[in-house]
Structure formats: C-alpha cells, structure tokens
C-alpha cells in the first residue's frame, strides 16, 4: 500500500513525486516509456521554471547535462522588433531550452533519490475503486504480466489524453477550439538566442538547446493543416520561416537540418476537474493549452509546486485533504488562466491587433523587458497595464 501512485514521470510526474517522498509519503511512480525517450515538446523553459528547478536541487544537474543558457529574447513583427529579456525570478534571469530526452531523466532520477520507486514500461490500465472512490491502479508490467497497486491518492500525470481523467470522467470545465498546428526540428550551425518572428498566419520560434543544436519551430492556423501535409510538411516549415523571417532563413541555409521533422495538429485547449475522491490531475492532464507561448513546462512545475504544498502532512485527514485539493483547484484558476488566455490571442496569428501597443514599446528597455516578463510570469499582465503604460500609449 503506498500513500501515492504517480502516473506519467515527465515535467509534471516526477517533479510531484519527488516532493511529495521528500515530505515523508510512499510513492510510486509509473510511467509508460522506457527512459530516455523523446517526445513533442517547445522545450522552452521560463524564469519561474528555473527558479524551481534550483529550489528542488535539479538546475545544476540540467546545467551539467550542456543545456547552453539563453539570456536575450527578440521578437519581430510587422515592421517592429523589439530586444530584450524577462526580469529575474527569486534571482534567475537566464533561461533553458532542454531536449526532452535530457530533463525527463533528470526530474526522475530527483524523484528517486528523494526515495520514490520509480517503474518505467508500465502502461497503467485501469483504476481500481472502492465504491466512488479510486483505491489505486491496475497495469501492465515490462513482462507483460498484469499487476495492481494501491495508494491513498492516485495522481493523474499522464498528458493531454490522460487515462486517469478518462476513467474518472473528468469533465472539461473550459475548452477552446484547436487553433494552430505546429512542426519544428533540430539545425546544426545556426547561431540563435529565443527568437520569435510573427506574421499574419505565421508565427516562428527558435532557441538554443543541447548538443549545440537549435530548435526552430513554426506554427500554421489550424485551418491549414490539411493543406501544410499535402503540400509537405518540410516545404511548408521552409517557406514559412522564407516569408516570415528571411534573415533567419539565410542563417538557415548556411547549416543544416540534423534531424526528422517533428509536429502535431492537436493542441487541444481546456481546464479539467481538478480532483475527486482519491484522484487528482496535474500537468497537461488537467490543462493544456496552445503549445506557441512555450508554457507547458514552466507550468507543470508550478501545478506540482501547488498542489503538493497544498497537501503538505494532510493526505491521511480525508477533510483537510479535499479542502487542499479544492484550494489547488483554485489556484489553477487563479494563476493559469491569464495565460491560457495570453496564448490564444497569440495563437490567433493576427500580430495587427497589437502591433500599434507594441510599437510604442520600442525605446523603452524597461517597458520591453516587462512586455517579455507577462509571458514568462515574472510579471503580471495587470502591473504590465498600468498607468505607465498607459502614459506611453497616449503619448505615441
């Protein structure tokens, strides 16, 4: 009998179970692939992630493993461009952009140190109940044997088609419609810090990651990704960034692609139920939204920074336990959804409904480097909108 079984040990898995063992629970931790393994990521990692990551003890072993440091951002638009940085985070301004296949094992390795039993190729089956209530977990083991496994609490971690939320009929409590598709893959000498080109129906990404290697991402309206496959996805990825940044194009053309494209035209957009009665979601399990403001990771670990500080010692108090899962629901509420709202009016891809506001940026490092800081988190949109702000909006 453990306190709680974790499904799913990426970005949001791990870091909850390594927590949750350094408060004194037993965990379990199941996850499905075999580690290292890839998987479809904007890798971006903002200042609060960072932060994080050096509070849980993991940022040098990330640091170690040759993620390179990104400490400039530019962003270019319809005839602006602005260049500057988000503020620090509890004093960490530089930012990272790991391979999947580096910072996965790097939170699982935490979480096993910390004292969790870590189990990887177990596909998780089913649920087990007690009346309403979810007791534990049936899977699969590597040998193909079918095991179960109970726990006081089952954390669902396990992505944006989460089992945990399909068996336990989570409902989506808000849901917007797919609004861009994106594809991207890996270059090798093409110099670049986090970069970002946007033009009507085109937006373009790119950043440093490991071996030397940048990512370069581009997104399409969700309207075109029939015709973005019939034409070829490379094609279609190459005149985008032609189009939308020809600088970039040439810095592109003088290295080369070292690796096959990667994408996908299901960026769902939602809120889940948070919890029930021995169930909890976390991760994109509970909300995913559009993948083009790069905050899947960063947010992951702010859920599992919540959600176990809300449990602290009170797992074992059925009272105390829903009401800290009710106040992690609530934070949800009040952390994300500005940014589940922030990157659907950017996955509109219609850079003219801003583009006079950010103009009026461009001089003021201060005013920019804060403009940068409402996506990272460092800042809030509401202190972004002050009467500062406003001053300069009237002024231009």
């Known amino acids: 009998m453990y306190d709680v079984i974790v499904i799913g040990a990426r970005c949001a ?24 393994q890839d998987t479809l990521s904007s890798h971006y990692i903002h200042q609060p992630g960072v932060a994080l990551l050096d509070r849980w003890g993991l940022l040098d072993e990330l640091r170690n ?12 638009a ?35 140190a910390a004292g969790v039993e870590f189990r990887e190729s177990c596909a998780v089956n089913d649920l087990l109940y007690e009346g309403d209530r979810v007791v534990g977990v049936r899977y699969t083991t590597p040998g193909g044997i079918e095991a179960t496994e109970r726990a006081r609490l089952v954390v669902g971690a396990d992505g944006m088609r989460s089992l945990v939320a399909r068996k336990v009929g989570a ?39 490991n071996d030397g290697l940048t990512l370069i991402m581009t997104y399409f309206p969700q309207s075109e990704f029939s015709e973005v496959r019939a034409a070829g996805v490379e094609a279609s990825y190459l005149e985008a960034v032609r189009t939308t940044a020809p600088e970039l194009y040439a810095r592109m053309s003088a290295g080369k692609r070292v690796e096959q494209m990667y994408g996908t035209g299901a960026q769902e957009n939602y809120f889940r139920k948070a919890y029930g009665p021995g169930w909890v979601l976390l991760g994109d399990a509970v909300h995913h939204k559009d993948s083009i403001t790069a905050r899947g990771i960063t947010d992951a670990f702010l859920q599992v920074q919540s959600l176990t500080d809300h449990i602290g010692d009170q797992l074992h108090d059925e009272e105390a336990l829903t009401a800290a899962l009710k106040r992690y629901e609530r934070d949800l509420d009040d952390k994300f959804y500005s940014f589940y709202q ?43 909108y002050s009467n500062e702000l406003l001053t300069v909006l009237d002024q231009g």
């Open 171 to 209: 409902p989506k409590v808000v849901e917007r419609p797919r609004m861009t598709c994106t594809y991207y893959s890996y270059w090798d000498g093409v110099p670049a810090n986090f970069e970002l080109y946007e033009r009507p129906g085109r937006w373009i990404a790119l950043a440093p990651t």
């Open 342 to 384: 922030g990157a659907l009016n950017v996955a509109e891809l219609k850079p003219e409904r801003h583009t006079e506001m950010v103009q009026k940026l461009v001089g003021n490092q201060d005013l920019i480097d804060r403009y940068f800081s409402t996506v990272s988190g460092a800042y809030s949109f509401d202190d972004f």
């Open 65 to 76: 493993a040759g993620c390179r440091p990104i400490n400039h951002q530019s962003y270019e």
């Open 78 to 112: 319809l005839g602006v461009r602005l260049e500057g940085f988000s503020l620090p985070v509890d004093g960490h301004r530089t930012t990272y952009a790991p391979r999947r296949f580096v910072l996965d094992p790097i939170l699982a390795r935490g979480a096993v």
């Open 13 to 36: 898995g791990s870091p909850a179970a390594m927590l949750l063992a350094r408060q004194g629970y037993r965990v379990l931790l199941l996850e499905k692939a075999k580690f290292p």
